[in-house]
């Protein structure tokens, strides 16, 4: 599947120690700070490991799709997975910090949500933000995604080979009808 300039496939589990890097260096730590959003000031972890993403790619329910620029190279990942006959999940939703705002998280979310429908026949796609994330709150607004009541706890208990650095962390649970 090709969309803009990035053309997309699905993972296979040989891709799962690719895919846990690319979302480290994107949502933690130092290299994230690249990025215009991270969560490098809430939590100091490895967000997942590679057993933790194929655990996810061995999920019949779910797809992990990758994203390469036109030298073939990954520049962007996401994770859908059907959670009921309607309702999908978005998530592990990445880009190369260094590429980041130049358009490539908006084709890759375009992507995720024409899969979800076509290929998953799911109605609509909900996710989940750290409630303290304005910015990336405002930029899935700006998709069409509206903030529901639901919120959802943060896993303090789950974190990989790291810590919070916030003890008031909670996700907020965005959904769009697709
Ligand atoms: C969220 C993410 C996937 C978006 O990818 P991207 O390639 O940067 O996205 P785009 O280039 O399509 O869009 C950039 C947007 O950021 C906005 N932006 C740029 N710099 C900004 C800043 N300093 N503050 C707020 N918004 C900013 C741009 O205006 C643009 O929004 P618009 O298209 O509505 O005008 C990417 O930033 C990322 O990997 N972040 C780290 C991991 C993460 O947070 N994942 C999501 C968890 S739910």
Sequence with gaps: MTAGSLTFRTATVEDAPVIAAL????YRGESSRAG??????????ERIDAKGVSDKINDPAGVILMAYDKDGVLAACCELLKKSEKL????LF???PQRQAGGLGRQVLAAAE????????????EMQVIWLRDELISWYQRRGYNKTSETKPFPYEHLVNG???RDDLYFTILYKDL
């Design 88 to 91: 999908g999940y978005f998530g």
């Design 23 to 26: 979302v480290k260096s994107a």
């Design 94 to 96: 990445a880009v190369d």
């Design 36 to 45: 215009w959003t991270t969560e490098a000031d809430y939590v100091a972890d």
């Design 114 to 125: 024409a899969y979800a429908k076509n290929e998953m026949k799911v109605a609509g796609l």
């Design 163 to 165: 810590k919070a650095l």
